[in-house]
């Protein structure tokens, strides 16, 4: 069977950045299991491996646009440290839940100055190139349930 839109895909995958860094990868565990077309893994891969077969291996290059995004500037702003009381040793790095005024969002702090910290609520891979070295594992029909849920369910997916 060849993956197309709401086929259940098993795949593994080693995830790097520009440089080559390894980012993630699944080799070693299971593999990662999704509903195609379900908005379930980034744009760029799921449309890349359209029409692959259990055994194929590829390399696929994701575009910010295609990926995570690009990085909006509007995300990163400078906040006082007053916001952080009870955290003694803000760090380059750490993660918080920002309120905003559409809800929760995540913020990673990139910068701890004098005057305030400086948090970034893009997400860590907005604005990169993401290369992804692919095998598809095997390929099914999704089942009736799994299709009105938009996940999978059962070994892999998700459990109810």
């Known amino acids: 069977m060849q993956i197309s839109e709401n086929a259940v895909v098993s795949m593994h995958y080693t995830l790097t950045d520009d440089q080559g860094q390894q980012l993630d990868s699944s ?11 379900a908005q379930n893994i980034i744009d760029g891969l799921d449309k890349a ?6 055994g194929d291996k590829l390399n696929v290059e994701v575009a910010p646009a295609d990926g995570y995004g690009e990085v909006h500037q509007e995300l990163i702003q400078k906040v006082p ?3 952080f009381q009870g955290v003694d040793d803000i760090q380059v790095g750490m993660q918080f839940m920002a309120q905003t005024p559409g809800g929760q969002q995540p913020v990673t702090v990139i910068g701890v100055e004098e005057d305030g ?3 970034d609520g893009n997400h860590p891979l907005a ?3 993401l290369n992804f070295d692919v095998e598809i594992v095997e390929v099914r029909e999704a089942l009736a349930e799994e299709l ?4 999978v369910h059962g070994e892999g997916g998700h459990q109810h």
């Not at 491996?49 to 259990?54: H, L, N, P």
């Open 27 to 37: 080799v070693g565990q299971e593999p990662l299991v999704f509903l195609s077309g």
């Open 148 to 151: 009105e849920h938009g996940h």
């Open 81 to 83: 440290h007053e916001n």
């Open 127 to 129: 604005g990169k190139t």
């Open 49 to 54: 491996i359209q029409g692959k077969v259990a």
């Open 117 to 119: 910290v400086m948090l």
